[in-house]
T-cell receptor, first 110, second 117 residues
């Protein structure tokens, strides 16, 4: 079983739409959770950390559900520039290994 | 944010040759760095954890004699793909977390795209 699983998409949405991605993780002892954005043929860049209480950064909202072992990312008012692949990342016990989902591709269209 | 630099960005080599990729943390020290590999349209797969001053820890299925890792200083880790073959063609990305940092996030190098002919 994979450590982290994501729906690969693609999600094709019009500008201004709200879109949500989920990511499930298998290890209940996982410590920290992140969303990364990866543009085509580039390295991943941190979008936001995910806190237990949920957190928001502008149009982006991240939530964690430990009981069901999933994290989510909500993007409101989608922009063309939001088109990218979104990777969830889970840090394992011991503050060391990070595991990534396969990424969810988002295409925002005019 | 913290900066991690990787070199080279692109490399094309003949089958059977070895290729060295460098990963540097430019503005912080990192006792641990991580090497990932990403095939097209696939996830980042952790290959190994590079530990400064000691042996790297390899993930299951990753050949340590093929992917040599050296972490000689707190700011530099190198990955050498030995006797490269076309199936080793991939996007190799290093990452690091500042020593003593408590945010836990990883910072990535720009990645090295390897093509083995």
């Amino acid at each position: 079983r994979k450590e982290v699983e994501q729906d690969p998409g693609p999600f094709n949405v019009p500008e201004g739409a709200t879109v949500a991605f989920n990511c499930t993780y298998s290890n209940s002892a996982s410590q920290s959770f992140f969303w990364y954005r990866q543009d085509c043929r580039k390295e991943p860049k941190l979008l936001m950390s995910v806190y237990s209480s949920g957190n928001e950064d502008g149009r982006f909202t991240a939530q964690l559900n430990r009981a069901s072992q999933y994290i989510s990312l909500l993007i409101r008012d989608s922009k063309l520039s939001d088109s990218a692949t979104y990777l969830c990342a889970v840090r394992g016990l011991g503050f060391n290994k990070f595991y990534f989902g396969s990424g969810t591709k988002l295409n925002v269209k005019p | 944010g913290a900066v991690v630099s990787q070199h080279p960005s692109w490399v094309i080599c003949k089958s059977g040759t070895s290729v060295k990729i460098e990963c540097r943390s430019l503005d912080f020290q990192a006792t641990t760095m991580f090497w990932y590999r990403q095939f097209p349209k696939q996830s980042l797969m952790l290959m190994a954890t590079s530990n400064e001053g000691s042996k790297a820890t390899y993930e299951q299925g990753v050949e340590k004699d093929k992917f040599l890792i050296n972490h000689a200083s707190l700011t530099l880790s190198t990955l050498t793909v030995t006797s490269a073959h076309p199936e080793d063609s991939s996007f190799y990305i290093c990452s690091a977390r500042p020593s003593g940092g408590n945010t836990g996030e990883l910072f990535f190098g720009e990645g090295s795209r390897l093509t083995v002919l």
